[in-house]
């Protein structure tokens, strides 16, 4: 015990000496200002930052307390339907870590339940992991060669790494979980301590299943023999049939875990002349495979190198050709760190990540991630969880998302491109004139990209922009589209609650290659048949399908309490290809009087939101 102290003070004891001896400020090297300046705005979006996917997940953990052996089937029952899709593993992690709080009695009411306290709790442990991480990549890099300064830069790097701080400290998911386990493999592989590398990956998998892409790369650089590729799968497989095999029998499960739609992200049919159905994914994902097996490496710096590379390419296979959720960057970014530490394009690797980043974020805030990750954090007290009149969508108003998604692909290219063993640095242990700027840069540029917009949308709130109707997040039907047809107006008629309105936006459909319509806005008071709004334009801008679209052009004073109508007609012919989505209105206020549908008798609204100023 005292010898184990002794080892504990002296490490604590190396690491104050470390701070004493590094610099407060230094232009080319890892200083205090940039360990501080980090941790201070990790911290402040550790607070401010929280989807909502960590809350469904802590919450559920508790089940596990009381139905440890029907934990999906009542899951099921407790959430009304809503599917609980992991394998037991993260709400094993999780129920243990929430014990704390099951104990001093803070265990949710319901899934839904949203405690400030508890989402810190939830999202600090997979912080904790995701240093922990931070520190396997310090002793992968002294593994690799880079030696003590580069090594702790390249920690550094890592947990500044703008794919990692969106995924950790603004989304806060949980996918840190697998990487743990695929980066702690990776340590187990460059020490050639080979079933302990299969059975970290193996644990990797039982939190997303794309870890064993990554491990059947890895094995195939390194094991030629069949009998060594099976007996190491077969090691791989343990942890996932520890967990599979004990809940087969439950069709709660079999619903939950197989049925869940994110494993249908990896089929995307392709068609190249007279082959039709093509998976890219797995064509790619193929390819790296049979070059990682063909590849003979003797020189252990050489097979760090290719099986760096190779995780880069199996991350292109993932990323660039399958849907995937914008958290699961984490799963590429310790990859893409070490590529940029031993690569002589370093600099322009992390260049090209704050495009990717920007595209990301662009894309992302039309629907999946934006303002709404403050409703968990601390400032809900100050929102007190009103709806966003102003939205990210609206602030980076760039929306053609052909150009977004070719701009992340060429990005992803150029990693793999770039990432080839050939532009790998000989001296693994120089350090890129200009790289500890370029982290700071991406750092900062990655934070303020989101975060900037973010805050315009929360002042939108303190400044009393409100939300009077919003169905725009509800699922898109997409059979229930009313054209936009000559002679034949769409007619909406809506009720606020303010005195004045700021935007009117609706979901658009379009097709391709559309010609240029007219396009006439009118609003009206529905009672006095007064107008209090009309413009003319054209429908020029309307390009993208499923996107929400301005249709005032400046703000309308209104009278609260009244009902208004509003009209929009275009010159457009039949079938012309341009439209408006609708959805259901149920007993909502905003009603859609024309057309009338004998194909939808039910109640239907145009799919929008209107914002104002109570």
Not at 20 to 35: A, F, Q, R, S
Not at 60 to 82: T, V
Not at 580 to 606: D, M, N
Request: proline share 2%; charged share 20%; with cysteine.
């Amino acid at each position: 015990m005292k010898e184990k102290a002794a080892k504990k003070q002296s490490f604590l004891n190396r690491k104050r000496a470390e701070w004493k001896e590094m610099k407060l400020w230094n232009g080319n090297e890892l200083c205090k200002v940039d360990w501080i300046v980090s941790i201070l705005i990790l911290t402040v979006l550790f607070f401010t930052c929280v989807h909502s996917d960590v809350k469904l997940t802590g919450n559920r953990s508790f089940l596990m307390y009381k139905h440890f052996s029907d934990f999906y089937q009542a899951s099921y029952e407790q959430s009304g339907g809503y599917w609980a899709n992991y394998l037991p593993s993260t709400f094993i992690a999780y129920a243990i870590w929430n014990l704390p709080l099951y104990l001093t009695g803070h265990a949710p009411e319901a899934i839904l339940t949203n405690s400030f306290v508890n989402l810190m709790w939830y999202k600090l442990l997979p912080v904790i992991v995701y240093f922990i991480t931070a520190q396997l990549i310090y002793h992968i890099g002294k593994e690799m060669g880079f030696g003590e300064k580069k090594s702790l830069l390249c920690k550094f790097a890592f947990l500044v790494f703008p794919m990692g701080v969106f995924s950790q400290f603004i989304f806060s998911q949980y996918d840190i979980f697998t990487v743990f386990f695929m980066v702690l493999g990776l340590y187990f592989f460059l020490k050639n301590r080979m079933w302990q590398f299969a059975l970290a990956f193996g644990m990797a998998c039982t939190f997303k299943y794309h870890a064993a892409l990554y491990f059947l790369a890895l094995l195939l650089l390194k094991e030629k023999k069949i009998r060594n590729l099976i007996r190491y799968a077969v090691i791989m497989a343990i942890p996932l049939m520890v967990e599979i095999l004990p809940n087969i029998g439950s069709e709660a499960f079999r619903r939950n875990v197989f049925g869940f739609s994110a494993l249908e992200y990896v089929k995307k049919p392709f068609t190249v002349g007279f082959f039709s159905g093509i998976n890219l994914m797995a064509a790619v994902a193929a390819f790296v495979l049979v070059w990682a097996y063909q590849k003979k490496v003797e020189e252990e710096e050489t097979l760090a190198s290719w099986a760096v590379f190779f995780c880069v390419a199996v991350s292109f296979s993932v990323f660039g050709f399958s849907t995937w959720n914008p958290q699961w960057v984490l799963l590429m970014a310790p990859f893409l760190v070490l590529n940029i530490f031993m690569n002589e394009n370093g600099n322009l690797l992390l260049m090209i990540t704050n495009i990717f980043m920007l595209a990301m974020y662009i894309f992302c805030s039309q629907s999946m991630v934006d303002e709404r990750v403050l409703n968990g954090g601390i400032l809900k007290y100050i929102l007190k969880d009103r709806n966003f009149a102003v939205r990210m969508w609206d602030v980076y108003r760039f929306h053609d998302q052909e150009l977004l998604c070719t701009a992340m692909w060429i990005v992803l290219l150029l990693y793999v491109v770039f990432g080839h063993p050939r532009y790998h640095k000989k001296k693994g242990s120089i350090i890129s004139r200009g790289l500890v700027w370029q982290i700071r840069a991406a750092f900062l540029f990655g934070v303020a990209a989101f975060v900037l917009p973010m805050s315009v949308c929360a002042m939108g709130v303190l400044q009393g922009k409100t939300v009077f109707f919003d169905n725009s997040r509800q699922n898109m039907e997409m059979e229930n589209v009313v054209m936009l047809e000559r002679d034949h107006p769409i007619i909406q008629e809506f009720t606020v609650s303010g005195n004045k309105i700021s935007d009117i936006k609706i979901r658009v459909y379009t097709e391709t290659d559309l010609d240029l319509y007219s396009l006439k806005v009118v609003l009206r008071d529905k009672e006095s048949g007064e107008v209090v709004y009309e413009s003319e334009g054209d429908t020029y801008g309307l390009k993208e399908n499923t996107a929400l679209y301005s249709f005032l052009k400046h703000s309308v004073d209104v009278e609260s309490g009244r009902t208004y109508q509003l009209e929009v007609t275009s010159d457009a012919p039949q079938n012309s290809g341009i439209g408006l989505y609708c959805v259901e209105a149920g007993k909502a206020l905003a009603q859609l009087v024309e057309p009338r549908s004998e194909e939808h008798e039910e109640k239907r609204s145009l799919q929008m939101c209107i914002t104002g100023v109570e």
